[in-house]
């Protein structure tokens, strides 16, 4: 293992895969990839992601957030790449991760009621279903 992917948005979720992340990073001696994705607006009819980026959640907040993640990895002696990501944040993940040849993603898991697994989806599952390589989920 040489590459790991890990999605951050500094979550509790993704604190966690970010930590896991590290540890395995540090066991392989692999390189850190940090990706934060900045949505985009979807369209009402469709529900798909078009048009303009999401004004709530912008690049500029993700880039800060990566680059405190990032400081964590250099810490603890690792080196890291930070890669932007916008769009559908499962698409953007599993994109960058074939993008950048990695061997595993890592990505935190939320706790949803019924409710939300019943109307939405979930990014780390969609990971899990699209990507090339290995998914750890952590929980």
């Given amino acids: 293992m040489k590459t790991i992917l890990v999605g951050y948005d500094q979550t509790d979720p993704s604190e966690r895969a970010l930590e896991r992340a590290l540890e395995l990073a540090k066991a392989f001696e692999a390189k850190i990839l940090i990706t934060s994705v900045a949505r985009v607006m979807a369209d009402a009819g469709t529900g798909r992601s078009m048009g303009g980026i999401d004004p ?3 690049p500029e907040e993700h880039a800060a957030e990566m680059q405190s993640a990032a400081e964590r990895a250099r810490t603890a002696g690792l080196t890291v790449e930070l890669v932007r990501a916008i769009g559908d944040p499962a698409e953007a993940i599993v994109k960058a991760a074939e993008q950048n040849d990695a061997d595993l993603i890592v990505v935190g898991a939320r706790e949803r009621g019924w409710m939300q697994r019943m109307l939405d989806h979930s990014v780390s599952q969609d990971v899990a279903r699209h990507a090339r390589c290995d998914v750890l989920i952590v929980h």
């Fill in 56 to 58: 709530t959640d912008s």
